[in-house]
């Protein structure tokens, strides 16, 4: 058997952190080497009617657990420690800054009360915020969606740099624009 037919890029933002609720809503990628479309994503509750005799069916019984990587990114003389926590509280302790992003985005839509259940842990609140430094700056891409990721109280808190830093996106593409166009 060849492993690299097994290879497969995963972006980070589709591995999942806890299991699907309900449990048999989990995806699965069915793999047809032979057939037009080979790759089908599937739901765990569609398995039975995919199996036909003598099919192989690949199990993975890993298991999340908590972690903290860390890494390091040279870029000349500057050296950018980064750090992934599985822990909120963990992860801004102490820090200069907290950014967080919509819990779902655009096209996502039909997984939000998973997501919103998965993702409630890591809301940047007022508890939050108070273990980041004292003059910790919230930031957000926007558009937000208060009260699930971010709280009224941060957004709007003197913290929050969001409106800042909205404004500097806005002038950044008008310049690309401009460039362009020019």
């Not at 908590?66 to 870029?75: K, M, T």
């Not at 919509?102 to 997501?115: C, I, L, Q």
Request: charged letters at 25%; aromatic letters at 8%.
């Amino acid at each position: 058997m060849r492993v690299d037919l097994f290879d497969f890029d995963l972006p980070a933002e589709r591995i999942a952190l806890r299991p699907a609720v309900p449990r048999d809503s989990a995806r699965m990628l069915v793999v047809r080497p032979q057939a037009k479309e080979r790759f089908e994503d599937r739901a765990i509750r569609d398995l039975p009617g995919l199996l036909a005799p003598g099919d192989v069916l690949v199990v993975n019984d890993t298991r999340v657990i908590p972690a903290r990587l860390e890494g390091y990114r040279p870029r000349g003389e500057t050296r950018a420690k980064i750090e992934l926590f599985a822990d909120p509280r963990e992860a801004v302790a102490g820090s200069q800054g907290v950014y967080t992003d919509a819990w779902t985005s655009m096209g996502f839509e039909a997984e939000g009360d998973v997501r919103e259940s998965v993702f409630r842990a890591f809301q940047v609140n007022g508890e939050l915020m108070s273990l980041a430094a004292p003059d910790a700056l919230f930031l957000h891409c926007l558009p937000a969606h208060r009260n699930h990721e971010v709280t009224s109280e941060v957004l709007d808190g003197p913290q929050s740099v969001v409106l800042d830093q909205s404004e500097n996106r806005m002038y950044v593409q008008k310049a690309i624009l401009h460039t362009l166009f020019s």
